[in-house]
């Protein structure tokens, strides 16, 4: 048996960010890996997928070119090197992560771990024990359960990202985060998208104005949606959906990605033997310092057991997963932070992107908040304008007493104007204090203070 002050269980973005921060605080960590560090995140979702996003961008740019003054600009995509490209990221990045891991305070065990009970895990024939455990094992592919048997390759976002060459067709089923960036992804690389969406409109968490607005420019690129239509079956004709007006359809396409969402992966960690009881949508309930409370039973001899990231279920983003664990290796030492966990600015990395943090205008209205609503355009900005970037529109929501509730957006480096807007949130800046900040000119950031103008 092996003791250590912490296991880590999952080494993607919450998981070795936790056993780093911990290792510089003194704390001996025991971390298990059984697939490659970085997690979903890093191998076979965010950055993979920006990898991608970027080179959709230049292709954009190459489109754009006569704007420009250049006159008869040609390509050839080899989609082979853009997958090179993306592995060749991928790799650098989890060599840091390795790297990180290497401290003289962490044993990186590259092994899947089980619980034997509340207090002890075991890996290849190995017991280890904690005082505290953190559970970090992330999020997986969720899909769709139709009454007919699937007669179609369906492919997952782990699977497209593999593919060796461009499909000339393909239907996204979902339009949710991972759907809109696909689709904007694969439009830009010149395949023919099809997105079917059961919502009356995409991404749920932004604006429904600003969620239009992106969906309308990518249906102006070639992009096709059917919004508040439900798939019922996916055969060798392709996928079978019926419409908002109740008619059946068929998407025929060489492809087909299901980007329904995620759910939390438990599967393998024998929870049973710590009495964890799953929440109904699979996650491990947590309290405000994503500790689990264990039956009275087990709980006498338990470890401390946390659980951090997708696995909790509560905010899906490898942002809210590292400072998710951060927090709880304060909570472990006894210190107080001020994270503001209830403050989560999220992207979405579509062309043009869009972001947002805190209400929107429609949340604001379902909850009878006093508010109002300041918007700017991109097409008012005189960066936006000499980049021929002018579709975009930023909201800021305002409180009755001048602080920010909330910042929705699209248009280019929106995330980037969004996480200004965040930061500002987490120290109660008010709309005032925001327009008197000087912002350099010209920029895009002048967006957001001319909405506070």
């Excluded at 420019?217 to 439900?230: A, C, D, I, N, P």
Aim: aromatic share 6%.
């Amino acid at each position: 048996m092996k003791k250590t002050d912490l296991i880590i269980i999952g080494a993607g973005p919450g998981g070795y960010r936790a056993a780093e921060y911990a290792a510089k605080q003194g704390l001996q960590v025991v971390i298990f890996e059984g697939e490659h560090v970085g997690g979903t995140c890093l191998n076979v979702g965010c950055i993979p997928t920006k990898s991608f996003a970027r080179n959709a961008e230049i292709v954009g740019m190459l489109h754009e070119a006569e704007a420009f003054g250049l006159q008869d600009v040609q390509y050839h995509m080899d989609f082979q090197r853009v997958v090179a490209r993306k592995d060749e990221v991928v790799a650098t990045l989890r060599s840091g992560i390795e790297t990180l891991l290497a401290h003289p305070n962490i044993t990186l065990v590259p092994s899947k771990a089980s619980f034997c009970d509340a207090s002890t895990l075991t890996a290849d024939g190995e017991d280890y024990t904690a005082d505290n455990i953190i559970i970090a094992t992330g999020s997986e592919a969720k899909t769709l359960r139709l009454s007919k048997p699937v007669a179609h390759r369906v492919l997952d976002s782990s699977d497209i990202l593999s593919l060796d060459r461009l499909p000339q067709s393909l239907c996204i089923i979902g339009a949710g985060v991972i759907g809109m960036e696909f689709a904007s992804i694969f439009n830009a690389f010149g395949v023919e998208v099809t997105v079917v969406e059961f919502m009356k409109e995409c991404l749920p968490m932004l604006d429904s104005d600003i969620a239009k607005r992106l969906r309308k420019t990518l249906e102006k690129r070639g992009v096709t949606f059917y919004m508040q239509s439900g798939v019922t079956a996916i055969t060798a004709e392709g996928v079978v959906f019926q419409d908002k007006k109740g008619r059946e359809q068929t998407v025929q396409a060489e492809e087909v990605l299901m980007a329904v969402g995620r759910r939390p992966r438990t599967e393998g960690l024998n929870l049973e033997a710590t009495g964890i009881t799953l929440a109904p949508n699979g996650a491990i309930p947590v309290d405000d310092n994503f500790q689990i409370t264990l039956p009275q039973e087990k709980a006498e001899e338990a470890a401390s057991i946390f659980a951090i990231g997708d696995v909790n279920g509560r905010q899906m983003l490898a942002h809210a997963a590292e400072m998710q664990g951060i927090h709880v290796v304060n909570h472990i030492l006894g210190r107080a932070d001020e994270i503001r966990l209830n403050i989560m600015p999220a992207a979405i990395f579509t062309t043009p992107e869009a972001a947002c943090v805190g209400l929107s205008e429609d949340q604001c209205r379902e909850k009878g908040v006093e508010y109002t609503c300041r918007k700017a355009f991109w097409r008012a900005n005189g960066k936006a304008l000499a980049m021929n970037e002018a579709e975009g529109l930023l909201k800021l929501m305002v409180a009755a007493d001048g602080r920010i509730l909330g910042c929705h957006a699209y248009g280019a480096h929106a995330a980037d104007l969004v996480q200004e807007a965040s930061a500002l949130m987490c120290r109660h800046t008010t709309v005032n204090q925001l327009a008197d900040m000087v912002h350099i000119h010209p920029t895009l950031s002048e967006i957001l203070k001319a909405a506070a103008e």
